[in-house]
Nanobody, 114 residues
């Protein structure tokens, strides 16, 4: 199995930026379809951004123009650059790897104050 560990979540003010990281335990794992999801208390988990093995990216409408998903193959790490954060971005953010089946990290908390 592949272990995914997210990091980078923090408490920030509106308009500030954060970069989340997701490191995979198995070399080469990020050369697959990977995604960031988020879940706020009382709400369903939603897809935030996705990057395919071929490099195609997709974003939720709510984060387009503000968030950027990327990866480092050498560091075996997936990133989510989050700019101009808003209170509605407050959630636990999860990394997902699709490698035949889905693997999930434990999540990292992002809190954005007004």
């Amino acid at each position: 199995q592949v272990r995914l560990v997210e990091s980078g979540g923090d408490l920030v003010h509106s308009g500030e930026s954060l970069r989340l990281s997701c490191t995979a335990s198995r070399s080469g794992s990020v050369i697959n379809t990977m995604a960031w999801y988020r879940q706020a208390p009382g709400k369903e988990r939603e897809l935030v951004a996705r990057i395919t093995a071929g490099g195609s990216v997709d974003y939720a409408d709510s984060v387009k123009g503000r968030f950027t998903i990327s990866r480092s193959n050498t560091k075996n790490t997936l990133y989510l650059q989050m700019n101009n954060l808003k209170p509605e971005d407050t959630a636990t953010y999860y990394c997902r790897l699709h490698q035949g089946v889905d693997y999930w990290g434990q999540g990292t908390q992002v809190t954005v104050s007004s």
